[in-house]
C-alpha cells in the first residue's frame, strides 16, 4: 500500500516536471545515435576483444549507460527483465529465478555472469546468486548479453549464455549523487566522485546505501490459511507454514577504480568492489522421529538473519600496438554468506585467478586470438546449527581451474568472415581430465545493411560443491516401532527405518553436454526501421537430477559419525532438447521516439528418466513479448513505457498443497495461491533534466496487477513465494 507521504512526494515531482522550465535541455542523449550507429556498437563479450555487433556471430543484447537510465531500475534483475530472451521471475525481492535459453532456476548454473570481466559464479553452486548483491544502476556504463554458448571463450557454466557488466572508467571524470525513495519502505542514496591525479592518471569512486522491506509473503497472514480441499469439495483451515513478516533488506556497497596510462599504449587498470547486505531468510528444521515410541518433534519454521559480503578485486595490464592486442589480469574474491537454506548455513568462498590473452593479426585476413587461465579456489560450507541439516564433508575445499584456448578468425571473401575456436578446461574437483568446448561460427555481409550469422557449439556445465561434497538431509524415515503401529509386518520393515534420507556426494557425476546450432539475421531494413533475429537448437545430454531413495539400501554418513542414512544421488539421467529464439524490431522515426517490439519463444522436450510429478520438473515460458516505447513530449519530459507479455508455465503457476504443505498439481490437491490477474506487466518511467545536471524522475512498476506470486521456488529450500506487489518510486540527481 502507498503511504500518503509517498503519494505527495510523486505528485510533487510530476507537478514539476510539468512545470518546470520548457528549454531545459533534451532529456535522452541516446536518441542522438541513428539506429545505423546502434548496430555498428563495439560489443566486447563474445570474444573479449572489440568486435563490430553488426557482424559479431552470436545473439547479442547491449544497453548501454543512457539507455539503462531510462529504464528506472532500482536492481540488476530490473535491467535483464529489459533484455529480449533473458526470464527473470521474483521469487521474493532480493531473489528471483532466471535464464536465458534454459530452465529457470533460483541458481543457475548455465549463463555466466561477469562484472568488470571478473566470473563472479558461486564454486558452490556453479550459478550466480542475486541475493544480497547490489551494485549502482547508475555506476553501470555498459550491459552486454549474449544469448547463447559461450563457453569456448569462457569455459564451463557459460552453456546458454553470458552477462558481462562493465562499470565507468576511471577517465570518466562526471561527479554524481542521487536520491531514490519509493514504497515498500524503499530509500537509496547514492553519490560517485572521480578526479585526474595526472595528465595519465584517473580515479573515480562511488558508494551506495538501500532499505527495502521486501515483498510480501504468499498474501496471508496469520497462523492459519483458508485453502479449498477438493477431496472435501470446501475451504478448510490449515497451518499457514509460511506466515511471514517482509523480507527486509539493508545493504550497502561501493566501487573504486584507478587509470594509469602508460607508454607503448599501455594501460594499467585496477579495481574494487563491495557489497554487504543483512536482512532475514526464512529457515526450517525438518520433522524427527523420536527412536522409542511418542510423537515426533514437528518441522519448525523460523526467521533466520541473512548475511551476505563479497569483495572483488582485480588489476588489468593491457597492451595495444597497431594489430596486435595483449592483456593479462589477476582478480580475487571473496565471499562470506550466512543464509536460512537448509536451517541455516554459513559458506565461505575465495577465488584468485590470473588470466592471459594475445590479440594477432596474420596477413590481410586473418587474426588469432589465444591465451590461458589459472583459478585458485577455496570454499567451506558450515552448518549454523546443530539441526541444520546440510553439511560438508571437509572442512574446506581446494581445487584449481586451469583453461587454455585458441580462435583462429578467416576472412574468406570480402563479406564473408569464419572464426574456429576450442578451449580446453580442466576443473580438478570433478578429474584432472580437460574438458573440450569447440565452436564454429560464420558471418556474411552481402550489403551494408544486412548481416547473416550462424555456428555450432559445444558447450558444458559442470558440478560445484554443493554436488561433490555436501550432504543434505532431506527427510527423516519412521523408525520401526511407526511401521509396527501402522501394521506392516515385522519383516517387511525396510532397513532404513529410522534413518534420514539424505542426499550424498555424487562420486560418477558428468558434465551436462550442450550442442548448440544458431542462425541470425541483423537487417537496417531503413533509416527508420531495424531488425534483429536469431534461432537456435539445443541437444542436452546428461542434465543431473536427483534420484529416488531404495529405502532398503543405506550406506555410512561422510559428515557424522557413527550413523547411517539412506542415500539419495545426483545423477546424469536427464536428456533435453531445446529450441526457439528471439526477434527485436526497432522504429525510430525521429531524435526524440523510439519504439521497439521483441518476442521470444523457448520451447523443450525432456526425454530419460525422470523423478517426481508433471509439477516438480521445471520449464520456461513458451512465449514472451516486449513493448518498449520512448519519447521525448514537450518541455523536455521524457517518457518510457514497457510492457511485458509472458505466457503461463509451470514455475510461474505451480499448485501448492497447503494440507499436506507440499508442491502438487491441482489433481494431487494443490492450489495457486495469488495468481496473477493478468499475464501483462506494465512500468512507466516519467523524467526531467533541468538546467544545471539536475534530472527529476517517477515511476510506477507492475501497474496492471494485483499483488500475485510470480514464481514458486523449490519448497524444499524454503525459498518461500512473495507476492510481487504494485510499487512506486521518485528520484531526484545531479551529474556535473
Known amino acids: 500500500m502507498i503511504d500518503r507521504r509517498m503519494t505527495c512526494a510523486i505528485a510533487g515531482a510530476l507537478l514539476l516536471m510539468a512545470t518546470g522550465n520548457s528549454t531545459a535541455e533534451v532529456p535522452d542523449e541516446l536518441l542522438s545515435l541513428s539506429l545505423e550507429d546502434l548496430l555498428n556498437t563495439k560489443v566486447e563479450s563474445v570474444s573479449r576483444r572489440g568486435q563490430n555487433l553488426m557482424t559479431t556471430p552470436a545473439s547479442v543484447y547491449v544497453m548501454d549507460a543512457k539507455e539503462i537510465r531510462r529504464t528506472g531500475a532500482t536492481r540488476l534483475q530490473d535491467l535483464l527483465k529489459e533484455i529480449p530472451g533473458v526470464f527473470?521471475?521474483?521469487?521474493?525481492?532480493?531473489?528471483?529465478?532466471?535464464?536465458?535459453?534454459?530452465?529457470?532456476?533460483?541458481?543457475?548454473?548455465?549463463?555466466?555472469?561477469?562484472?568488470?570481466?571478473?566470473?563472479?559464479?558461486?564454486?558452490?553452486?556453479?550459478?550466480?546468486?542475486?541475493?544480497?548483491?547490489?551494485?549502482?544502476i547508475s555506476e553501470i556504463?555498459?550491459?552486454?548479453?549474449?544469448?547463447?554458448?559461450?563457453?569456448?571463450?569462457?569455459?564451463?557454466?557459460?552453456?546458454?549464455?553470458?552477462?558481462?557488466?562493465?562499470?565507468?572508467?576511471?577517465?570518466?571524470?562526471?561527479?554524481?549523487?542521487?536520491?531514490?525513495?519509493?514504497?515498500?519502505?524503499?530509500?537509496?542514496?547514492?553519490?560517485?566522485?572521480?578526479?585526474?591525479?595526472?595528465?595519465?592518471?584517473?580515479v573515480r569512486g562511488?558508494?551506495?546505501?538501500?532499505?527495502?522491506?521486501?515483498?510480501?509473503?504468499?498474501?496471508?497472514?496469520?497462523?492459519?490459511?483458508?485453502?479449498?480441499?477438493?477431496?472435501?469439495?470446501?475451504?478448510?483451515?490449515?497451518?499457514?507454514?509460511?506466515?511471514?513478516?517482509?523480507?527486509?533488506?539493508?545493504?550497502?556497497?561501493?566501487?573504486?577504480?584507478?587509470?594509469?596510462?602508460?607508454p607503448s599504449d599501455t594501460e594499467l587498470g585496477n579495481r574494487v568492489f563491495y557489497t554487504a547486505s543483512r536482512g532475514e531468510q526464512p529457515g526450517l528444521f525438518l520433522e524427527e522421529y523420536p527412536e522409542l515410541p511418542g510423537e515426533p518433534t514437528p518441522a519448525s519454521v523460523f526467521n533466520v538473519s541473512s548475511l551476505r559480503r563479497l569483495w572483488i578485486a582485480s588489476t588489468r595490464l593491457t597492451r595495444n600496438h597497431g594489430d596486435s592486442r595483449q592483456f593479462a589480469a589477476l582478480s580475487f574474491r571473496?565471499?562470506?554468506?550466512?543464509?536460512?537454506?537448509?536451517?541455516?548455513?554459513?559458506?565461505?568462498?575465495?577465488?584468485?585467478?590470473?588470466?592471459?590473452?594475445?590479440?594477432?593479426?596474420?596477413?590481410?585476413?586473418?587474426?588469432?586470438?589465444?591465451g590461458g587461465a589459472a583459478r585458485y579456489v577455496t570454499s567451506s560450507i558450515n552448518p549454523r546449527d546443530e539441526r541444520s541439516w546440510i553439511r560438508s564433508v571437509s572442512?574446506?575445499?581446494?581445487?584449481?581451474?586451469?583453461?587454455?584456448?585458441?580462435?583462429?578468425?578467416?576472412?574468406?571473401?570480402?563479406?564473408?568472415?569464419?572464426?574456429?575456436?576450442?578451449?580446453?578446461?580442466?576443473?580438478?574437483?570433478?578429474?584432472?581430465?580437460?574438458?573440450?568446448?569447440?565452436?564454429?561460427?560464420?558471418?556474411?555481409?552481402?550489403?551494408s545493411n544486412l548481416a547473416l550469422w550462424g555456428g555450432v557449439s559445444h558447450a558444458i556445465t559442470t558440478q560445484g560443491h554443493l554436488e561433490a561434497s555436501v550432504e543434505v538431509r532431506t527427510a527423516h524415515v519412521p523408525p520401526p516401532w511407526a511401521f509396527l503401529a501402522n501394521g506392516v509386518p515385522m519383516d517387511q520393515i525396510p532397513a532404513g527405518a529410522g534413518k534420514w534420507v539424505t542426499l550424498v556426494p555424487a562420486t560418477e557425476l558428468k558434465a551436462t553436454e550442450y550442442w548448440t546450432g544458431e542462425l541470425g539475421v541483423r537487417f537496417g531494413i531503413s533509416d527508420t526501421w531495424q531488425l534483429d533475429t536469431s534461432a537456435f537448437s539445443s541437444s542436452i545430454e546428461g542434465r543431473t537430477q536427483v534420484q529416488a531413495p531404495d529405502l532398503n539400501v543405506v550406506v555410512p554418513s561422510a559428515t557424522r559419525e557413527g550413523e547411517s542414512v539412506v542415500p539419495i544421488y545426483f545423477a546424469n539421467t536427464v536428456d533435453m532438447k531445446t529450441y526457439g529464439g528471439e526477434a527485436v524490431l526497432r522504429y525510430q522515426p525521429s531524435s526524440q521516439r523510439r519504439f521497439e517490439v521483441s518476442y521470444s519463444l523457448l520451447e523443450s522436450d525432456t526425454k530419460g528418466q525422470t523423478t517426481g510429478s508433471d509439477s516438480e520438473i521445471l520449464k520456461a515460458p513458451q512465449h514472451n513479448l516486449r513493448f518498449n516505447a520512448y519519447e521525448v513530449l514537450p518541455g523536455g519530459i521524457g517518457l518510457k513505457a514497457t510492457a511485458n507479455w509472458t505466457s503461463d508455465a509451470p514455475s510461474l503457476v505451480t499448485?501448492?498443497?497447503?494440507?499436506?504443505?507440499?508442491?502438487?498439481?491441482?489433481?494431487?490437491?494443490?492450489?495457486?495461491?495469488?495468481?496473477?490477474?493478468?499475464?501483462?506487466?506494465?512500468?512507466?518511467?516519467?523524467?526531467?533534466?533541468?538546467?544545471?545536471?539536475?534530472?527529476?524522475?517517477?515511476?510506477?512498476?507492475?501497474?496492471?496487477?494485483?499483488?500475485y506470486v510470480e514464481d514458486f521456488p523449490d519448497f524444499d529450500l524454503l525459498l518461500h513465494p512473495h507476492a510481487v506487489e504494485r510499487s512506486f518510486g521518485m528520484s531526484v540527481g545531479i551529474e556535473r
Not at 169 to 183: F, I, V
Not at 249 to 258: E, M, P, Q, Y
Not at 683 to 690: E, F, H, M, S, Y
Open 88 to 136: 527473470v521471475a521474483d521469487i521474493s525481492y532480493d531473489q528471483p529465478s532466471s535464464t536465458i535459453r534454459d530452465i529457470p532456476q533460483p541458481y543457475t548454473g548455465t549463463v555466466l555472469v561477469l562484472l568488470d570481466r571478473v566470473p563472479i559464479q558461486s564454486p558452490n553452486t556453479g550459478g550466480f546468486r542475486f541475493s544480497g548483491f547490489d551494485i549502482d
Open 395 to 447: 572442512s574446506e575445499n581446494r581445487d584449481w581451474l586451469y583453461s587454455a584456448f585458441i580462435q583462429d578468425q578467416v576472412t574468406l571473401r570480402k563479406n564473408l568472415v569464419v572464426t574456429a575456436g576450442v578451449k580446453a578446461e580442466v576443473w580438478t574437483l570433478v578429474n584432472n581430465k580437460p574438458h573440450v568446448m569447440p565452436s564454429l561460427k560464420a558471418s556474411y555481409q552481402p550489403k
Open 334 to 370: 571473496h565471499e562470506v554468506v550466512e543464509a536460512g537454506i537448509g536451517g541455516g548455513v554459513g559458506d565461505k568462498i575465495t577465488v584468485a585467478e590470473l588470466d592471459l590473452q594475445d590479440h594477432r593479426r596474420i596477413g590481410r585476413r586473418q587474426t588469432i586470438d589465444f
Open 206 to 262: 562511488w558508494l551506495k546505501y538501500k532499505t527495502h522491506a521486501g515483498y510480501a509473503n504468499d498474501g496471508f497472514r496469520g497462523s492459519e490459511v483458508q485453502a479449498y480441499s477438493p477431496l472435501l469439495g470446501k475451504n478448510v483451515s490449515v497451518p499457514n507454514r509460511f506466515d511471514f513478516g517482509e523480507d527486509s533488506i539493508h545493504s550497502f556497497s561501493f566501487g573504486l577504480s584507478h587509470l594509469t596510462h602508460l
Open 141 to 202: 556504463e555498459k550491459i552486454e548479453v549474449i544469448k547463447g554458448p559461450g563457453a569456448t571463450v569462457y569455459g564451463a557454466n557459460a552453456a546458454t549464455g553470458v552477462i558481462s557488466i562493465f562499470t565507468k572508467s576511471a577517465s570518466d571524470e562526471s561527479t554524481t549523487a542521487q536520491l531514490s525513495g519509493g514504497t515498500n519502505d524503499y530509500f537509496a542514496p547514492s553519490a560517485s566522485a572521480a578526479t585526474r591525479l595526472s595528465e595519465n592518471q584517473f
Open 655 to 707: 499448485e501448492f498443497n497447503y494440507l499436506e504443505q507440499v508442491r502438487a498439481t491441482a489433481a494431487e490437491g494443490g492450489i495457486v495461491l495469488d495468481d496473477r490477474n493478468t499475464n501483462w506487466v506494465v512500468d512507466l518511467l516519467v523524467r526531467k533534466r533541468l538546467g544545471d545536471g539536475i534530472e527529476l524522475k517517477a515511476w510506477g512498476k507492475n501497474l496492471l496487477n494485483d499483488p
